[in-house]
């Protein structure tokens, strides 16, 4: 089946450091879209890209659909920032969600 | 804009009961998902449906039955519950063909 790999599993960084987080998929996507969650909360949809480069605010996310992967960069990162992030991806037709088992990412003072 | 509602919030039952949750979209969206989230994991996919009365199986559909009755609704039912998944369970929606796919705010299961 179709499986999603995040890297790192864990990160850990200052206030105001650049954060990159990777997704990387075992088949082709058509579809692919990052999530953040706070502890205790639902998701969030942060980007929807499944294709090329794509920026919201501090947030940029690029997929290279024919190397199946895609990345988030979240650049001068705040406390606010802190929570967990997934990448989901859905191949043609298939209308089955896959989710990566997320990046936690923790920005300290 | 739109909205995903669940019900109820918070579900307390005990161990061997049949537990319903359910789940309002009004995005007039094609496609529903139930997902069950256990503490500090990723997001299993448990059923979808693409359409009403579609009903499709996911990775984690053995202990659970679903139904869509309408476009905007779609209920998951937990047929015996176990202590070993108390979990958070999350409802989404989206267009037909499209994974940009919105989340309902959960229902939280605990199984005594």
């Known amino acids: 089946g179709q499986q999603v790999q995040q890297s790192p599993a864990s990160l850990v960084l200052q206030e105001g450091e650049n954060a990159e987080l990777q997704c990387n998929f075992s088949s082709t996507a058509t579809q692919l879209q990052w999530f953040y969650q706070r502890p205790g909360g639902s998701l969030v949809s942060l980007l929807y890209?499944?294709?090329g480069t794509k920026h919201t605010g501090r947030l940029t996310s690029t997929t290279v659909t024919k190397e199946r992967r895609s990345s988030l960069h979240i650049s001068s990162s705040q406390i606010t920032d802190s929570g967990t992030y997934f990448c989901a991806m859905e191949r043609r037709g298939n209308e089955k969600i896959t989710f990566g088992a997320g990046t936690k990412l923790t920005i300290k003072p | 804009g739109g909205i995903i509602t669940q019900t109820p919030k918070f579900l307390i039952g005990q161990e061997g009961q049949k537990l319903t949750l359910k789940c309002q979209q009004n995005?007039?969206?094609?496609?529903m998902y139930w997902y069950r989230q256990d503490s500090g994991k990723g997001l299993r996919l448990i059923y979808y449906?693409?359409?009403?009365?579609?009903?499709q199986k996911g990775d984690l559909s053995e202990g659970y039955d679903a139904s869509r009755e309408k476009k905007s609704s779609f209920s998951l039912t937990v047929t015996s519950a176990q202590k070993n998944e108390m979990a958070v369970f999350l409802c989404?929606?989206?267009?037909?063909?499209?994974?940009?796919?919105?989340f309902g705010p959960g229902t939280r299961l605990t199984v005594l």
């Open positions: 890209n499944p294709s």
């Open positions: 989404a929606s989206s267009r037909l063909g499209g994974v940009e796919q919105y």
């Open positions: 449906s693409i359409t009403e009365n579609d009903l």
């Open positions: 995005f007039n969206h094609d496609t």
